[in-house]
């Protein structure tokens, strides 16, 4: 396969192009280099005769023609966004900009080609999107991919209207799409403004480490690369049409999920006293939802996925990565604006 994706040096776009040059695809790379980018995430398939970069936003349509005509991609991943919900609510219009109007510049380019092509039963327009266009959950129930949707902010906003843009090109013109919602992500190449990162260097600091509230938010937290396995089956497997809610099976309260964090930062990497001692609450954020946790059942009744991370594997995992890999969180805490946001997100 010849996968086109948008946003490959972000965090979750890194992780699928990695794992698609392993599995023998090939892949063009289409992002903008907006703050959140990093091609040092894919510098083990830079050199790769399989993989190409096109430094481009999905809101040009001359360009993305181009891209389209030359390369003549089997399938497109959909990955590009604005994903904080923090700098959402600071600065909302950016969100709208690249997730409504990118991904309808981006749904045209690529119904362009596709109908020059004789309309290929086999192409595929992937789009990514969350579990938290669906609002809020109480103490008990899941998303299912018949929840209604109910975004509670700007971010989740916009990724929902991105949602109903993709399933209006199927049902209008009939283009071939499929769309994944999913949990919260983590793992390697974490951006650092969100949460786990944010307790992992904040505490490696010696700076407070803020939680907001009272930190009994509830998520559903699901590995990187488990995210890619589950969304590199779904361009190949998925049908015409249908969602796929991709979730990790792991849901902790972020207060727990922090002192994990810091347990384990206890055991690999000891300080003067218990890196909880850190631990600060700080007022919460605008409309924050209170549990997201997701019903996979769908795609493992169909497609056979399954997350194989454990939640207390992962963070493991996770700490020893940054650990291990300080010249890449280095370079990127010198950013402008990045540890200014509580991370959170």
């Given amino acids: 396969m010849k996968v086109l994706v948008t946003g490959g040096a972000g965090f979750i776009g890194s992780a699928v192009v990695r794992q698609a040059i392993r599995d023998g695809h090939e892949v063009i790379n289409v992002d903008a280099l907006t703050y959140a980018a990093c091609l040092d995430n894919l510098r083990e398939v830079a050199d790769s005769p399989a993989y190409a970069f096109e430094h481009v936003s999905i809101l040009d349509r001359a360009a993305l023609d181009r891209i389209f005509a030359e390369h003549r991609p089997d399938s497109v991943m959909h990955l590009a966004a604005e994903s904080h919900v923090d700098r959402s609510i600071d600065a909302p ?37 969350t579990d938290e266009v669906y609002g809020t959950l109480g ?9 209604a949707y109910a975004p509670n902010s700007p971010y989740s906003a916009s990724k929902a209207g991105s949602d109903h843009l993709v399933r209006a090109w199927c049902e209008t013109y009939g283009l071939p799409v499929v769309v994944t919602n999913c949990s919260n992500n983590y793992g390697p190449y974490h951006f650092p ?11 490696l600091a010696g700076k407070l480490i803020p939680v907001y509230g009272k930190g009994e938010n509830v998520r559903d937290w699901l590995y990187v690369e488990d995210h890619a396995d589950a969304l590199l ?96 969180w280095t370079a990127l805490q010198s950013r402008d604006g990045v540890g200014e946001r509580l991370g959170t997100g």
């Fill in 93 to 129: 219009g950016t969100f709208i900009e690249t997730n409504l109007v990118g991904t309808y510049t981006l749904l045209e380019a690529a119904r362009a080609y596709w109908s020059a092509r004789g309309k290929p039963e086999k192409f595929r327009f992937h789009h990514i999107s």
């Fill in 139 to 147: 103490d008990t129930g899941l998303f299912t991919e018949d929840t």
């Fill in 193 to 203: 403004e969100k949460l786990i990162p944010v307790v992992i260097l904040n505490a």
């Fill in 233 to 328: 089956l779904v361009v190949q497997q998925g049908a015409m049409g249908e969602t796929y809610n991709i979730g990790g099976h792991n849901e902790a309260r972020n207060i727990d999920l922090v002192h994990i964090i810091c347990g384990l930062l206890d055991e690999l990497r000891p300080a003067a006293r218990p890196y909880a001692d850190l631990i600060t609450f700080v007022t919460d954020r605008p409309g924050h939802d209170l549990r997201y946790a997701i019903d996979a059942g769908h795609i493992r009744e169909t497609l056979g996925w399954t997350p194989s991370v454990t939640l207390e594997t992962g963070l493991r995992k996770t700490v020893e990565w940054y650990l291990e890999n300080e010249w890449w």
